[in-house]
């Protein structure tokens, strides 16, 4: 037989693992709430047409990281490489344009991506996502970023700072992306391949490029902030008044153009010191022309994502501490067929009371139980055998002290209650 791994840029999430993610997912739910945000769920797949003019046709995460299949009915379906896309189909659909606006909408789950895998990159991921749909107000573009500064900072990260730009809009974008190609085309031998095929299919891009050779072409390119027309110039001086009157750090980044082309004005991510390579813990911004691309009406909007794992890994390298998710308090051990049926019987009663309670499996002595009972953490074992059977009690020994405590069994789930604070 062949020994089945999990796919290469998977993770499983082992139970050691899940008190971080319990942790990081109640912050941000309640975070998110707080902010009147509420929870969307949408389809793990959607139809491939939908990433495709949503995110743009011609970035990396359409182009190439894209799981996309036929189902039996011949229907070309994609799973979901973000949520926005899928948020914004669901809005339309709903007729969500017609409730009070803004809509605020957030989820969170798993997002799927064939990106090459490394610490803080793979396959299958989550992500925590949150949008503001039906407002062009700078105010949600800064509500939304400090929704992940109080993510990251409440979960105790420290050396946060935000990287910010501005991309214009259709008015003003064109012009730019012109006087890009011909500073670039000025350039053309100092750029790397990847940059000159960009240059043709996605000319922003070539300020995301990460190779050596390109970096002084594009440290001297015209930044689009001075290219700016005066509707996105104004709203971006709002957002920077904002972030000043806040005292939040941020760096001008004119390079920052981020992978989906749908965003408008405000791009920006998060970034966190000492956590590697994957330094963008969260990446957003404002996309005012996405509903109309997708065949609903103009809806200013805005929004961001934070992807779960890189929290976690950020968590660890910085080591912050997160409570342990704790085991049941309560340990049922039975010496006889006829306790095995009594402590089978208050384990169901217990845990109806909502009381944390582990049966032993099998007939084996009380060593053996007790030593069981200590591995897995429980604060009281409860001890039955014929003779509290016949007594109609049980022997309740408190692990932490060694004493032992008779009670009879009418009253055991009352005296736990009292003790384990249930
Ligand atoms: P994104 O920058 O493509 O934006 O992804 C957001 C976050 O997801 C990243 O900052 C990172 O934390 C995480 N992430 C991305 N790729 C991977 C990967 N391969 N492995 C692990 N984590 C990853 C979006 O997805 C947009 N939809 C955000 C948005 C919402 N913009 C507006 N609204």
């Known amino acids: ?26 912050h941000a739910i309640r975070l998110a709430r707080r902010a009147g945000f509420e929870r969307i769920d949408v389809p793990v797949f959607e139809a491939t047409d939908l990433f495709a003019r949503g995110i743009g ?3 990396d995460v359409v182009e190439k990281e894209m799981y996309t299949f036929n189902d039996k009915g011949g229907n070309s379906l994609t799973l979901r490489p973000e949520f926005t896309a899928g948020v914004v189909r669901a809005y339309i659909e709903h007729g969500m344009h017609v409730r009070p606006q803004p809509v605020k909408l957030y989820s969170i789950g798993p997002v799927f991506r064939y990106d090459r895998p490394q610490a803080g ?9 949150l949008e503001i749909l039906g407002t062009q107000d700078p105010a949600a573009d800064l509500e939304i970023m400090l929704l992940v500064w109080d993510l990251y900072a409440g979960l105790g990260f420290r050396g946060l700072s935000f ?13 730019y992306v012109e006087l ?19 240059l043709e299919t996605n000319p922003l891009r070539v300020l995301d490029c990460k190779a050596a050779q390109c970096q002084p072409v594009i440290e001297a390119a015209p930044p689009i902030g001075d290219h700016l027309c005066d509707e996105c110039a104004d709203h971006f001086a709002q957002l920077r008044e904002y972030l000043d009157l806040l005292g939040k750090p941020y760096t001008l980044n004119h390079r920052l153009v981020r992978g989906l082309d749908y965003y408008t004005k405000t791009v920006f991510e998060v970034w966190a010191a000492g956590i590697g390579a994957q330094a963008a813990v969260c990446g957003g911004g404002r996309y005012d022309g996405l509903a109309e691309i997708l065949g609903g009406p103009s809806t200013p909007a805005v929004g961001v994502a934070a992807g779960l794992e890189r929290i976690i890994l950020g968590m660890k390298a910085q080591e912050v501490g997160v409570p ?7 340990f049922l051990a039975h ?36 030593r069981e009972a200590n591995k897995r953490g429980a604060s009281y074992v409860v001890l039955i055998g014929e003779d509290e059977l016949a007594q109609g009690v049980a022997a309740v020994r408190d692990m932490r002290t060694g004493e032992q405590t008779e009670v ?14 249930r």
């Open 163 to 175: 990287q910010l730009n501005s991309t214009g809009c259709p008015r003003c974008r064109p012009a």
């Open 1 to 26: 037989m062949p020994r089945f791994q999990r796919p290469t840029g998977t993770l499983d999430i082992l139970p050691e693992e899940q008190s971080y993610w319990e942790h990081v997912r109640a």
């Open 57 to 59: 046709a011609a970035t």
């Open 121 to 129: 990159r793979y396959r299958q991921f989550h992500q925590l996502n």
């Open 180 to 198: 890009l190609k011909s500073y670039y085309h000025r350039h053309v031998d100092q750029i790397c391949d990847d940059c000159r095929r960009r």
């Open 408 to 421: 009879g069994l009418a009253e055991l789930v009352g005296w736990l209650q009292e003790r384990t604070g």
């Open 324 to 330: 342990p998710l704790p085991p049941p308090p309560v």
């Open 335 to 370: 010496l006889g067929p006829e306790a095995r049926q009594e402590a089978a019987r208050l384990a169901d009663g217990l845990r109806r009371a909502g009381i944390g309670a582990w049966l032993a499996f099998g007939e084996r002595g009380l060593k053996s139980q007790l």
